[in-house]
């Protein structure tokens, strides 16, 4: 009876320990997840910085456009045929930007995750699984 007290109180202690180790793994999960999603936030927040970059550029474009027809139409009865030719050229380019901006998808390069399988070492640590190129020196 001794003997089984002792193995089912050993077996105990084993369990304490795993739930131990298992917590530390699932802090080391919950901060990983957090640090991946702030990347992830901030990519998608550079995403829409860009958009509204190209939008803004463009939206620029159209308003100088619009302000030399403005200028034009004040000045119709001076108005020659290469300024009308011209403006209708940047008429022309910058609609072709905007259609380009509206059908382009953006190019986003996205390589896989890779995860080291040394990331985490369950047991004693063998001295060639060890990296040092990992550490930086102070």
């Not at 004693?124 to 990296?131: L, V």
């Amino acid at each position: 009876m001794i003997f089984y007290e002792q193995k089912i109180g050993s077996r105990l202690d084993i369990d304490k320990i795993i739930d131990d180790s298992r917590l530390k793994l699932d802090k080391w999960r919950d901060n990983s997840l957090k640090k991946f999603n702030r990347f992830y936030d901030n990519k998608c927040d550079e995403l829409e910085r860009y958009y509204t970059q190209k939008v803004r550029q463009q939206q620029k474009e159209i308003d100088q456009l619009y302000k030399q027809l403005n200028e034009f139409n004040q000045k119709q009865n001076t108005i020659h045929e290469d300024n009308l030719n011209e403006l209708q050229t940047n008429i022309l380019n910058v609609k072709q930007k905007i259609d380009e901006i509206e059908q382009k998808i953006i190019p986003i390069h996205i390589r896989s995750l890779v995860i080291d399988k040394n990331l985490i070492i369950i047991g004693e640590m063998k001295i060639q699984e060890f990296d040092l190129t990992t550490f930086s020196l102070p």
